[in-house]
């Protein structure tokens, strides 16, 4: 059975930094992206960032460039998304999701894309 579970959220203030983890289980991660998505209510899930399963390619939407950065470790089952320069509305629930091989990697953004999904995590940022 696929598990992942989140952590990491919380209130932060503009600008500050966050680090998410994943913790995944029954996943193929020889296999599977893994990724970053977050949804803010009453707004379509919007995918932030992938890694691939071997070569640790990796792929941001104009979201997270600059500000986010994604890695993995496959040994301990996680991802991760180191969050920086958080602005208002970054604002969301964030959820981490298993992808399977896509025809292009970029879809691997794509909520339709995702095989499985985590809960989520909120991240606030506020003063």
């Known amino acids: 059975q696929v598990q992942l579970v989140e952590s990491g959220g919380g209130l932060v203030q503009p600008g500050g930094s966050l680090n998410l983890t994943c913790a995944t289980s029954g996943v193929y991660l020889d296999q599977y992206a893994l990724g970053w998505f977050r949804q803010v209510p009453g707004k379509e899930r919007e995918g932030l960032s992938c890694m691939s399963a071997g070569e640790g390619r990796t792929y941001y939407t104009d979201s997270a460039k600059g500000r986010f950065t994604i890695s993995r470790d496959n040994a301990k089952g996680t991802v991760a998304l180191q969050m920086s320069g958080l602005k208002p509305e970054d604002t969301a629930v964030y959820f981490c999701?298993?992808?399977?091989?896509?025809?292009?990697?970029?879809?691997?953004?794509?909520?339709?894309?995702?095989?499985?999904w985590g809960r989520g995590t909120q991240v606030t940022v506020s003063s």
């Open positions: 999701a298993a992808v399977p091989p896509t025809l292009l990697f970029s879809h691997c953004v794509l909520p339709g894309s995702v095989e499985a």
